[in-house]
């Protein structure tokens, strides 16, 4: 709210691949945050508009079924069995072994290529729960590759950051961009030169993650809950 009161441009950047953007939204919204769909910048979003720019329109779906219907509205056939444009890949909590190895001729035998919409190792489910992400199947699935090419669209990957600063008309010298996630979030900011803050009310509880990442990568700052971050976001 004191954001928008000041005029001053910001954007969600969301890895989220299990809700349609306008759902995101809606669930903001109803928690009283005064956000509309113009401040989120998504993975799913961007994964369309990039997919579609390369033709990639034939897709094997590996996400949650439920938004099989959001990719046929955007314009996709979705394809299990048989040659296909691209494996694409998001968070799924029931993903089989038998759905995983249905791509493996589509990968291995048909040059398909594999569009990862985020490199996330693991994420917390309702329940707390750790739970695979994209980004541990992408390995996998990876080296069964022959000759398509693996795309990543969401964060630590620097498209999506591209996207929220051209949003906000900003250069990332001027950007601070906060999140729980030193690893799959503020890794990428800061390697593009954006100022960086690490939440601790989240995925981590403590600042010990940090000596997974080189010294140069660590945050700007680092607070107990986003409310410690006012006097920084006012200078």
């Known amino acids: 709210t004191r954001l928008i009161d000041r005029a001053v441009p ?6 989220n691949t299990t809700h349609r ?11 009283g945050f005064p956000v509309a769909e113009q401040h989120l910048i998504g993975t799913l979003g961007l994964g369309v508009r990039l997919l579609h720019q390369d033709g990639r329109t034939r897709i094997n779906w590996l996400g949650t079924p439920r938004l099989a219907s959001y990719w046929r509205a955007q ?6 069995d ?21 791509t493996l001729p589509q990968l ?33 699935l990876q080296a069964l590759m022959t000759t398509g090419t693996v795309l990543t669209v969401g964060k630590p990957e ?12 900003a250069e990332a010298r001027e950007t601070l961009f906060i ?10 900011a ?30 700007d700052y680092i607070c107990g809950r986003l409310a410690d971050l006012t006097d920084e976001i006012e200078t």
């Not at 314009?75 to 299990?80: A, I, M, Y």
Request: overall charge negative.
């Open 10 to 15: 910001f954007c969600l950047v969301s890895n």
């Open 190 to 219: 800061k390697r593009l030169g954006m100022s960086t803050a690490l939440v601790l009310s989240g995925k981590y509880r403590d600042h010990g993650v940090l000596g997974q990442l080189d010294q140069p990568e660590w945050p």
């Open 179 to 188: 999140s729980d996630d030193p690893l799959s979030d503020l890794r990428g």
């Open 75 to 80: 314009g996709f056939t979705l394809v299990e």
């Open 108 to 140: 291995h035998d048909h040059g398909a290529d594999l569009v990862c919409l985020h490199r996330n190792l693991f994420y917390l489910d309702e329940g707390g729960r750790r739970r695979f992400g994209p980004g541990a199947w992408c390995g996998a």
């Open 158 to 169: 620097p498209p999506i950051y591209h996207e929220a600063l051209e949003r906000i008309g």
């Open 82 to 102: 048989g040659p296909c444009d691209a494996v694409v890949l998001g968070v799924d909590s029931d993903l089989s072994m038998a759905r995983l190895e249905q």
């Open 21 to 31: 953007p306008e759902e995101l939204i809606a669930d903001l919204v109803a928690a």
